[in-house]
């Protein structure tokens, strides 16, 4: 099939790719053209795990390409993707500009007189509130075209996660189609078929329905982040450890084993947008969300469980005090930092006066676009740690998670670890003499200096 994926960012590389590694003919565009200069060279954008295997395969085998022109990317493609940021609106809500924008052109590009004549599926994947499959049919409608005859629409959310997209979008627990033209239906299935070859359901509904499964599916994860996070504060003043309550609630099959690990917050570039947009669409229909308003409350604080400690070891003053952060990506495998909890933790640092010298895998260069020289960045771990007080830890990645700990203590001036993703063994580093605090759990009491807790 020829498929074109609009926007090229971390849903649309993804989507283009394995679309292209299945076969298709798949163009892939952005109006960003030193994007798309780069990948017309061969290379990456981003940084996701196995991407870059099945990006050269397809490019060189002329399968995947990549181009600034939209005119010829829609003329020459039967399924049109839209992967289009959709960010948070001053209100909360999503921002539909780019999608409403792109649906525009494309009713201008197909309602062409060559064009008209081949049927094309216009496919949402960006994450949209309910009723954005019709604004965006409206919007091709309004070019003169005819839905069903012309085009149809039909909303696709994408599930993928960051760090594991591939393998995500390669073989999908599910596949949901929000549609109620056979004829896209039937295209769309035979499109995503190779995909679910082992078994997993693509599921088909109403256009509303599939939009809001997106935003449910991210609240409720949010939600589950969340209240473990609470409950782990909750053990921090009750003398319980929220590691053996994930333990003891996990193993129950009506919670299950994920996203159940306390930490500093969750970020990235949905949760926290999707939260505020679904909490937004609630209040449109006359519906007070009030979970939803509650995550995001406890959310926004939840950094502050890890700095308040710092602050309370250093006897309340930060000012002229250096942290080594390790992990500024918002979790691991990615070079993401949109609101990246660890930039959270950098700047609450930073606002009490103290200096930071981060280091992440992947995300360094992306961390120096946000954050600038606020902070210095180290070329490995332990030359972070050069004249810092304290290492704080802030994203899981593996390297991080067996570290040399008798160089910590050698390398940082007061011997501490402030872990918001509870990596260590409080027992084994206060054996080895370092002081050690971390969410939820017991800290041993060699460790209190301040008043925590
Ligand atoms: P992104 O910011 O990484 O990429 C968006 C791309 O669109 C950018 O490359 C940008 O240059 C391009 N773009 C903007 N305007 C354009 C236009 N007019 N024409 C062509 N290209 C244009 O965003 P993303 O993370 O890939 O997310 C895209 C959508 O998918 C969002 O709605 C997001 O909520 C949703 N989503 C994201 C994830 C994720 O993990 N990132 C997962 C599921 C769903």
New binding site residues.
């Given amino acids: 099939m020829n498929v074109c994926v ?9 989507t283009g790719t394995c679309f292209a590694e299945m076969g298709n003919r798949t163009v892939c ?4 053209e030193a ?1 798309i200069e780069k990948l017309n060279q061969g290379q990456l ?2 940084f996701e795990p196995g991407l870059e295997l099945i990006f050269e395969r397809n490019f060189r085998e002329e399968r995947l390409h990549f181009t ?1 022109d ?1 005119a010829d990317a829609v003329r020459n493609s039967e399924i049109i993707f839209l ?5 948070m609106a001053e209100d909360g809500s ?1 921002d539909l500009t ?2 409403l ?2 649906a525009r ?1 494309i009713g201008r590009l197909l309602s062409e007189d060559s064009a008209r004549k081949t049927y094309k599926i216009v496919v949402n ?4 509130p309910v009723g954005t499959s019709d604004l965006v049919r409206s919007e091709i409608e309004r070019a003169g075209l005819i839905s069903g005859e012309n085009f149809d629409v039909v909303s696709n ?6 760090g594991l ?1 591939v393998e995500d979008f390669l073989k999908p627990e599910r596949v949901v189609l929000g549609t109620s033209s056979h004829r896209a239906k039937e295209i769309m299935t035979q499109l995503y078929e190779p995909f679910v070859r082992s078994g997993n359901p693509i599921i088909v509904m109403d256009e509303r329905s599939s939009e809001l499964t ?1 935003y449910a599916a991210n609240a409720f994860l949010a939600t589950k982040i969340t209240f473990m996070n609470e409950i782990a504060n909750l053990c921090e003043r009750a003398g319980a450890n929220v590691e053996q309550v994930r333990h003891g609630i996990g193993t129950d099959s009506r919670i299950g084993k994920q996203f159940l690990y306390a930490g500093i917050g969750f970020g ?3 949760f926290p ?2 939260v505020h947009a679904l909490l937004r669409t609630a209040a449109e229909y006359d519906y007070i969300f009030q979970t939803l308003d509650a995550v995001i409350k406890v959310n926004d604080k939840q950094h502050e469980a890890l700095v308040s400690k710092i602050v309370e070891y250093f006897d309340g003053s930060l000012d002229g005090r250096h942290f080594a952060v390790w992990g500024l990506a918002f979790k691991a495998n990615t070079d ?1 930092v ?1 609101e990246s909890p660890a930039h959270a933790v950098i700047r609450a640092l930073l606002s009490r006066g103290a200096s930071v010298t981060g280091f992440d895998p992947e995300a360094m260069e992306t961390t120096r676009s946000v954050l600038g020289d606020a902070i210095m960045y180290a070329p490995d771990p332990y030359a972070a740690l050069h004249n810092a007080n304290a290492l704080v830890v802030c994203t899981e990645w593996n390297e991080f998670r067996r570290p040399d700990f008798e160089k910590i203590k050698e390398l940082v001036h007061d011997a501490v670890i402030f872990d918001g993703r509870n990596l260590y063994n409080a027992e084994s580093l206060s054996r080895l003499g370092l002081d050690y605090f971390s969410i939820g759990r017991p800290q041993p009491a060699r460790a209190f200096k301040g008043t925590v807790g």
Wanted: glycine fraction near 10%.
């Fill in positions: 609009i926007g090229t960012g971390y849903v649309g590389l993804v565009v952005d109006i960003d994007k954008t981003i600034t939209l992967a289009l940021p959709t960010p999503a780019y999608v924008g792109v052109e994947k960006s994450t949209v959310p994408e599930f993928l996660r960051e997209a997106k990235g570039s949905c947008k999707d993401d949109r």
